[in-house]
Nanobody
Framework: QVQLVESGGGLVQAGGSLRLSCAAS????????MGWFRQAPGKERELVAA????????YYPDSVKGRFTISRDNAKNTVYPQMNSLKPEDTAVYYCAARALAALTGKYDYWGQGTQVTVSS
């Protein structure tokens, strides 16, 4: 198993940037595909970024493409989404997640507790 702890959420003005972090412990971090999801009130949970085990391939939905960048440091057991040009509609609770399978999309097995990101207009 792997335990995930997010940090870095907060309040930011529209157009600003924020960098979240997810620290992992437990089994070998580099064996997991990592993803970041978000869930806004009244909306379904949405995958906003994912990265393969080696970090060589990433995925972003159209809603964040060009604004969000995911990276990972396997030596530090940490994955980061860099979020730029933030919009009020990016306001949500952001969750870090891990899955044992290689595909970037699909069911994720392990979840962090979430961190709130609020973008003011």
């Amino acid at each position: 198993q792997v335990q995930l702890v997010e940090s870095g959420g907060g309040l930011v003005q529209a157009g600003g940037s924020l960098r979240l972090s997810c620290a992992a412990s437990g089994r070998t971090f580099s064996s997991y595909t990592m993803g970041w999801f978000r869930q806004a009130p009244g909306k379904e949970r949405e995958l906003v970024a994912a990265i393969t085990r080696s970090g060589g391939i990433t995925y972003y939905p159209d809603s964040v493409k060009g604004r969000f960048t995911i990276s990972r440091d396997n030596a530090k057991n940490t994955v980061y989404p860099q979020m730029n040009s933030l919009k009020p509609e990016d306001t949500a609770v952001y969750y870090c997640a891990a899955r044992a399978l290689a595909a970037l999309t699909g069911k994720y097995d392990y979840w962090g507790q979430g961190t709130q990101v609020t973008v003011s207009s």
